[in-house]
């Protein structure tokens, strides 16, 4: 949101205007989610496949674990943003600064050790727990307990022994108080319309992205079902409203649903909990977070986090499907290497190209009799299949429509090609027999992909025959049928057993 506005207005500049716009765009981002929702285009969360998820939430549990960092070893300048390349630039570059220090007035490292030693201590501490938890169901209290016991312990350990003065970061004063209405901010001016539609329809559908996708990781996680409609319309209401109490656009964030998913939270209970507690904190508790040190709250989230690296998952993956693993292994690195965003996109657009090359090239096999049965299955997958002589069996294993036509008529006709120029008499091609009950659906140019084949097949001697269509492909013949009747009903049969049975006399004749 900051990069788009900023290419119009200055926030130094024009800080007021800025504010002004931003709230705006999160109100026009509020009302695209919102009636993305009302639309019921929840669908559109289905392209975040199961590989997807895996990747995202690993790669995103990195990046977050990745921020901390800057608490974790007392960093003082440290990057805003998300990729690890930037991350690891900030840990690393400034390592020889040098801060006045008791023993060494002119000389200090880049890190501090005390920082260190304390976010070790408690990182320790808060896994612990977390495996104690998961080793014992019973002792869940433990990993509920640890995080805030971590903040008061660590909040009294700074104030006793004044530890901010020994190169340990604390949060600082903080003035009490709730968000002021900004309704009155909001500006629909002609001027910078455009501006705040466009910025908050691109954050809108990013943030609604990943919000959605943080439900669905956790979701899979705790097994239970996320309606996509209802999040767009939740996601859209909450930033419509932001919009109004002084919030910029934002989602269902990853870290605080990590902290509270780790903290064994079961129902949306919690959230209205965690609310009340937020205002009456914000309202009278600020001055008591004075001496919180900000290592503890990044030892939190570090611990939260680092449990949703699902390494078993990403392993069967690999096992069951290397394209799906390919999927998982981009979502992944385009998290850490890009941005959380770009990262989604790539992996959604993988996911998408693989549907369209199934959809564009589908599954297309020739079948054989299992001997001694009236059983026809594919001759690759069951090696106890025979061929029948005379007659090529196919079957077609997905919806015919104008997408794929081209390439079913191709490998048909290769099929055909290879089959009549085998050259032995005895098992010379007679009768096609296409297999259409596993096709659930045909379109326009499905039908005349079929009365084409048809066609030509019958300009080289052949028979085509039609096996247990489906209702909705029977009922597109029966239409075709009416206008021209292409297909009699001595080319329809219901089983590829009985077509055999009752063409086999016609291939015998046939031979010479």
Not at 73 to 88: D, S
Not at 94 to 101: G, K, M
Not at 204 to 221: C, M, Q, Y
Not at 233 to 259: D, E, H, K, P, Q
Request: hydrophobic share 50%; with cysteine; net charge positive.
């Amino acid at each position: 949101m900051g990069s788009m506005l900023r290419q119009a207005v200055s926030p130094s500049a024009e800080p007021m205007l800025f504010l002004q716009l931003a709230f705006t765009s999160t109100f026009f981002a509020g009302l695209v989610q919102a009636s993305l929702g009302i639309l019921r285009l929840g669908f559109i969360i289905d392209f975040l496949s199961k590989a997807t998820l895996v990747g995202f939430m690993a790669g995103a549990a990195i990046i977050v674990s990745l921020q901390q960092l800057k608490a974790l070893l007392g960093i003082v300048h440290f990057t805003t943003q998300m990729g690890i390349v930037p991350v690891m630039a900030s840990v690393f570059q400034h390592t020889n600064e040098v801060r006045p220090s008791v023993r060494y007035p002119s000389a200090c490292m880049h890190w501090s050790w005390q920082t260190m030693l304390m976010g070790a201590c408690f990182l320790v501490l808060l896994l612990a727990a977390r495996h104690v938890s998961i080793r014992w169901p019973k002792f869940f209290w433990i990993s509920a307990c640890a995080p805030l016991a971590s903040v008061i312990v660590s909040t009294l350990l700074v104030f006793l022994f004044k530890a901010q003065n020994h190169g340990i970061s604390i949060i600082g004063s903080l003035k009490c108080g709730l968000n002021r209405p900004s309704w009155d901010k909001l500006l629909f001016d002609p001027t910078y319309l455009g501006l705040t539609m466009k910025t908050g329809l691109v954050t809108g559908i990013i943030s609604l992205t990943e919000g959605v996708a943080v439900g669905r990781t956790f979701a899979s996680l705790k097994d239970y079902q996320v309606d996509g409609n209802k999040e767009m319309m939740a996601i859209g209401l909450m930033n419509i409203v932001g919009s109004c109490t002084s919030c910029y656009v934002t989602t269902g964030a990853f870290s605080r649903s990590a902290v509270n998913h780790n903290a064994g939270c079961k129902t949306a209970m919690s959230n209205v909990v965690m609310a009340l507690t937020v205002m009456v904190t914000l309202l009278f508790l600020m001055p008591l977070f004075v001496y919180t040190p900000n290592v503890v709250l990044g030892a939190i989230i570090i611990a939260a986090v680092i449990g949703l690296i699902d390494l078993p998952a990403a392993y069967n993956i690999w096992k069951m499907d290397k394209m799906d693993f390919l999927v998982c292994l981009c979502a992944f690195a385009g998290v850490i290497f890009i941005s959380v965003q770009e990262g989604l996109a790539i992996a959604v657009g993988i996911s998408i190209f693989r549907v369209l090359m199934q959809i564009t090239r589908p599954r297309m096999m020739i079948q054989g009799n299992i001997k001694g049965t009236d059983i026809y299955r594919n001759l690759h997958q069951y090696k106890e299949a025979q061929r029948v002589p005379g007659f090529l069996i196919l079957t077609i294993e997905a919806p015919i429509n104008f997408a794929n036509t081209n390439y079913l008529n191709e490998r048909t006709k290769r099929w055909i090609e290879d089959e009549s120029s085998s050259g032995n008499k005895q098992t010379e091609l007679r009768v096609v027999i296409l297999d259409l009950s596993a096709v659930p659906a045909i379109d326009t140019s499905g039908i005349a992909f079929l009365i084409d084949l048809k066609k030509s097949i019958e300009k080289h001697g052949l028979e085509l025959v039609l096996v247990n269509p489906t209702g909705e492909v029977m009922e597109k013949i029966q239409r075709a049928n009416d206008a021209h009747n292409h297909f009699r009903p001595d080319c329809l049969y219901l089983t590829t057993g009985e077509a055999i049975a009752s063409l086999s006399g016609f291939a015998k004749m046939a031979t010479p």
